[in-house]
């Protein structure tokens, strides 16, 4: 299995990756860097291989001769039988499909709008026998069923991952230190394209607003939002920026009543684990896409704003009025929406 950008993007083909477990003897996750965290989850898994691809990564590195030779040799060495390329509607897997060739993976598995000449064994065509606005997981997984893997009896199709016990004790630590138990609700403001996150003062609204309303709100993020999670929390919060790894966080997730948070690999997340979700959702991608899947929710944000479309990683329209126009005390509403309705 190959997807190379992030973790929500790796978190989306979990159901893709258990269709190919189902059939296969191994499978290797091969990832970019920003979606190592995310493979590491997912059921069906059995190892992993990380490719920093040029033509993928959101900071891509130059394409060169011994980059290049390099990649073919990893790949190479896991002597794969067969290669499933996952793909967004907007990616081409060819120059994909090309290095997997060269590292003598025998067939190859791919949707391509573009001819694709002796690159692909199994070819789906978006937009003829692939519908445009499917989700991303079903489209992972009609890619995954025209090269002959289906899901097994009994599993549903939605997101999962598996927490190991070493994660679920370090998230009972990082509650245990904020003397948190029982219910909660969860803001997560931050976001791996700066176009798709609340801004922060709309963020510390939020978690006023759903305090005010009677909620423990825990605020979490990566060490590297620690000031963002810091300021967002206030007096309000509790601040868990940087105190839980991945697995982690999924655990802390797991026991929120409802998570707020933008498109962003935390809201796959939480779909993940079978929690509700308010999602901040800007529209510079298509919701019918990227919004969290199979899991109740509730989408926040005006998806008719002039960014809609544009896959902006920086908000285009002054003011960011997509997300910014929301309000705390629409999210306490639709907080409340969700857990009523449990």
Not at 118 to 129: H, K, M, Q
Not at 198 to 206: F, I
């Amino acid at each position: 299995m190959v997807r190379l950008d992030s973790d929500g993007d790796v978190l989306l083909a979990g159901p893709a990756v258990r269709a190919v477990a189902a059939g296969a003897d191994e499978v290797v996750a091969v990832v970019g860097p920003r979606g190592r965290q995310a493979a590491g989850l997912l059921p069906g898994v059995d190892a992993v291989a990380v490719w920093r691809c040029p033509w993928v990564d959101a900071e891509p590195p130059p394409v060169t001769p011994a980059d290049t030779a390099a990649t073919v040799a990893m790949l190479a060495a896991l002597e794969a039988d067969e290669a499933v390329i996952l793909t967004s509607f907007h990616q081409s897997p060819l120059p994909t499909a090309l290095v997997l060739r060269l590292a003598g993976v025998p067939r190859i598995a791919a949707a391509s709008v573009d001819y694709p000449g002796s690159l692909l064994d199994v070819r789906l065509r978006p937009g003829e026998d692939l519908p445009e606005d499917l989700p991303e997981p079903e489209r992972a997984l009609a890619i995954a069923g025209r090269a002959g893997y289906a899901l097994p009896p009994g599993d549903d199709g939605r997101l999962a991952v598996t927490v190991d016990a070493a994660a679920r004790r370090e998230a009972a630590e990082a509650l245990a230190a904020h003397d948190v138990a029982g219910d909660y609700v969860v803001v997560h403001p931050g976001a791996s394209v700066p176009a798709r996150a609340w801004s922060p003062h709309r963020a510390a609204e939020g978690v006023a607003a759903l305090a005010g309303a009677g909620h423990r709100v825990l605020v979490t993020g990566s060490p590297g939002e620690a000031a963002l999670t810091a300021e967002v929390a206030g007096h309000d919060g509790v601040d868990l920026g940087g105190r839980t790894g991945f697995g982690a966080l999924a655990a802390v997730l797991a026991g929120a009543r409802a998570v707020v948070v933008g498109n962003t690999g935390p809201a796959h997340l939480a779909a993940a684990v079978g929690v509700p979700v308010v999602s901040l959702f800007a529209p510079v991608v298509p919701p019918e896409r990227w919004a969290p899947y199979g899991v109740r929710r509730i989408l926040l944000g005006d998806q008719d704003a002039p960014c809609r479309g544009t896959r902006a990683r920086n908000c285009p329209v002054p003011g960011h009025p997509c997300l910014d126009h929301i309000r705390g005390a629409e999210v306490v509403d639709a907080v409340a929406t969700l857990i009523n309705a449990e």
